[in-house]
T-cell receptor, first 114, second 112 residues
């Protein structure tokens, strides 16, 4: 199993450009999440999904969109990139949301908006 | 706003000592609590979770939870240089959503 795979690993965008961060998991997990981590900070939840076709906003959803058409894939779309979106983005998944359920993280995407 | 607070550190301890990492959270109704370790440039990995008051031990790691004081801690015994990392406290605030809220992390440095 590859686990959670994120692409790309690094990306530089110009202000106003758009892009999609890809996330795929092969563990048949129902729950998937997108977090961002600014330097020296913890992770902030952007969006999450409890299953194919179901998504919901997290703490910091502005400037982002998501879709979940399959169990495996959970892409994050940035429209009109801004310098404030410079961050490391982590996708994560879990089998359920029970007590103590472990999050499996991808390796992250480092995004710079200049 | 529901928050998780951690001292950013760095916390510096000598090799073989006990490292004590602390975390407070804002919602008394919170149900489950997690400690993740994150090496520089890497993704977080789960060390332990706890949801009952008291201590939970796993090898060199002990998580301690005091819900009345809204306080959770992580003790690392016999600290090793390989334990040098940032430790993130995470809390499940919303039983409906069950998405974790993370603290900003405490950087631990274990000196050989």
């Amino acid at each position: 199993n590859a686990g959670v795979t994120q692409t790309p690993k690094f990306r530089i965008l110009k202000i106003g450009q758009s892009m999609t961060l890809q996330c795929a998991q092969d563990m048949n997990h129902n729950y998937m999440y997108w977090y961002r981590q600014d330097p020296g900070m913890g992770l902030k939840l952007i969006y999450y999904s409890v299953g194919a076709g179901i998504t919901d906003k997290g703490e910091v959803p502005n400037g982002y969109n998501v879709s979940r058409s399959t169990t495996e894939d959970f892409p994050l779309r940035l429209e009109l990139a801004a310098p404030s979106q410079t961050s490391v983005y982590f996708c994560a998944s879990s089998y359920s949301q029970g007590m103590g359920e472990k999050l499996f993280f991808g390796s992250g995407t480092q995004l710079s908006v200049l | 706003q529901k928050e998780v607070e951690q001292n950013s550190g760095p916390l510096s301890v000598p090799e073989g000592a006990i490292a004590s990492l602390n975390c407070t959270y804002s919602d008394r109704g919170s149900q489950s609590f997690f400690w993740y370790r994150q090496y520089s440039g890497k993704s977080p990995e789960l060390i332990m979770f706890i949801y009952s008051n008291g201590d939970k031990e796993d090898g060199r790691f002990t998580a301690q939870l005091n819900k009345a004081s809204q306080y959770v801690s992580l003790l690392i015994r016999d600290s090793q240089p390989s334990d040098s990392a940032t430790y993130l406290c995470a809390v499940n605030f919303d039983t409906g959503r069950r998405a974790l809220t993370f603290g900003s992390g405490t950087r631990l440095q274990v000196q050989p």
